[in-house]
């Protein structure tokens, strides 16, 4: 029921580009992207709705695929304050918000 | 507003012992989340409120959890007794379902409280 990411880690060189995945078995009434730096807790960045629509944050941005209930998120140009885990976060509205997180992309990059 | 503020933030305690976490929603928030993170299953959710009442705990793992919201600014999760397979960062985040985005929800965690069972 866990949306699935992929890749479940990246590394990068400064100013090089990365996708990340999220893939659900259920329907999705929205996704949204959160980030989480080491010892702190995840923090939103962005949201899509039903759609198809796309949405940017900085350099970092992202794709929501409802029918293939599918989301992309992209970062361009990546900077050494984009390393953190990524997690893609699913409400599959049952009766209510019941809120998923999928399973995380590490993203590390280098200088 | 403060935030999301949960307590302890770092608790040690031997195997057998009762755990209370704490944490106080952001003002006005409908729903409260509580997850616990580890490295080998991520973030996973352990059960949810909406308005206090709980909503779905198919996630809490045992009868040795439970969780309790008895008013808008507050809650807990317990652990009775604990064990060493407990450890991990437990977090609460809320959220308001907020009209102007069709009631997309969108979380505000807060800082977690990291369990150690020895």
């Known amino acids: 029921q866990q949306p699935v990411q992929s890749p479940q880690a990246v590394i990068l060189r400064e100013g090089e580009d990365a996708v990340i995945n999220c893939s659900s078995s259920?329907?999705?009434?929205?996704v949204h992207w959160y980030r989480q730096k080491h010892g702190e807790a995840p923090v939103f960045l962005m949201i899509l709705l039903k759609g198809g629509e796309q949405k940017g944050h900085e350099k970092i941005s992202a794709s929501f695929n409802e029918k293939k209930q599918q989301s992309s998120l992209y970062l361009t140009a990546s900077q050494l304050s984009y390393s953190g885990t990524y997690f893609c976060?699913?409400?599959?509205?049952?009766?209510?918000?019941?809120?998923?997180f999928g399973t995380g992309t590490r993203l590390k990059v280098l200088a | 507003d403060a935030g999301v503020i949960q307590s302890p933030r770092h608790e040690v305690t031997e195997m057998g012992q009762e755990v209370t976490l704490r944490c106080k929603p952001i003002s006005g928030h409908d729903y409260l989340f509580w997850y616990r993170q580890t490295m080998m299953r991520g973030l996973e959710l352990l059960i949810y409120f909406n308005n206090n009442v709980p909503i779905d705990d198919s996630g809490m793992p045992e009868d040795r959890f439970s969780a309790k919201m008895p008013n808008a600014s507050f809650s807990t999760l317990k652990i009775q007794p604990s064990e060493p397979r407990d450890s991990a960062v437990y977090f609460c985040?809320?959220?308001?379902?907020?009209?102007?985005?069709?009631?997309?929800?969108?979380?505000?965690f807060g800082a977690g409280s990291r369990l150690t069972v020895l």
């Open positions: 259920k329907a999705l009434y929205s």
């Open positions: 976060g699913t409400d599959v509205r049952a009766r209510t918000y019941k809120y998923l």
């Open positions: 985040a809320s959220s308001f379902r907020g009209a102007g985005l069709s009631g997309a929800n969108v979380l505000t």
